[in-house]
């Protein structure tokens, strides 16, 4: 059974810095990678999407790496702003059943102005 | 091209009453999921619909759940009566067909339901 993993679980950090959050899976048989993010009450937009053949994606100042044999994905926010403070979910598609999400439980950021 | 709309945005129950969750999918979109997450914990997958079929409901409870999207409308997720422990945000997403069961999906806001 696959199991998501994110780390940390709250992160708070100063304007203008760089950060990593990390995701980790127990099942490398995964056919895609995708991060969201999740404003209080609000649904999930997404962020990035990485195939399991890739090794990052990047968009704006968002990077995210995948490392599918060790079951690891970071996502890097360079230059982080306050607007940047969500819920930040990690979520695999398997191989196998293709059609559900198993995601993590989240990283919640706050960015301080 | 309007994203995935869902209905009520805020529902409230009492114990032993019947929820009705709406899902209108993107436009193009004929794949429909169902995800809940309750308070405090992540987001469960519940089911996976094409249209007028159940793809995969291996995540629904047992009773008094179930779903259906229908040829014409939205996908309505039905709780019957419903206990305080069903209080939580029902997400519904979707993906186009050309990208099959493996495509990006796509979010709705969510529907919070409250049982009192």
């Known amino acids: 059974k696959q199991e998501v993993t994110q780390i940390p679980a709250a992160l708070s950090v100063p304007e203008g810095e760089n950060l990593v959050l990390n995701c980790s899976f127990t099942?490398?048989?995964?056919?895609?990678l995708q991060w969201f993010r999740q404003d209080p009450g609000k649904g999930l937009t997404s962020l990035l999407l990485i195939q399991s053949s890739q090794r990052e994606q990047t968009s704006g100042r968002l990077n995210a790496s995948l490392d599918k044999s060790s079951g690891r994905s970071t996502l890097y926010i360079a230059a982080s702003q306050p607007g940047d403070s969500a819920t930040y979910l990690c979520?695999?598609?398997?191989?196998?059943?293709?059609?559900?999400?198993?995601f993590g439980e989240g990283t919640q950021l706050t960015v301080n102005p | 091209n309007a994203g995935v709309m869902q209905n009520p945005r805020h529902l409230v129950r009492r114990r032993g009453q019947e929820a009705r969750l709406r899902c209108s999918p993107m436009?193009?979109?004929?794949?429909v999921y169902w995800y809940r997450q309750l308070p405090e914990e992540g987001l469960k997958f519940m089911v996976y619909l094409q249209k007028e079929n159940i793809i995969d409901e291996s995540g629904m409870p047992k009773e008094r759940f179930s779903a259906e999207f229908p040829k014409e409308g939205p996908s309505i997720l039905r709780i019957q009566q419903v206990v305080r422990g069903d209080s939580a945000a029902y997400f519904c997403?979707?993906?186009?067909?050309?990208?099959?069961?493996?495509?990006?999906?796509?979010f709705g806001p969510g529907t919070r339901l409250t049982v009192t």
């Open positions: 997403a979707s993906s186009p067909v050309r990208q099959g069961v493996r495509g990006e999906q796509y």
């Open positions: 436009k193009g979109h004929s794949h």
């Open positions: 099942d490398s048989a995964i056919y895609n």
């Open positions: 979520a695999v598609r398997q191989e196998t059943s293709g059609s559900r999400l198993t």
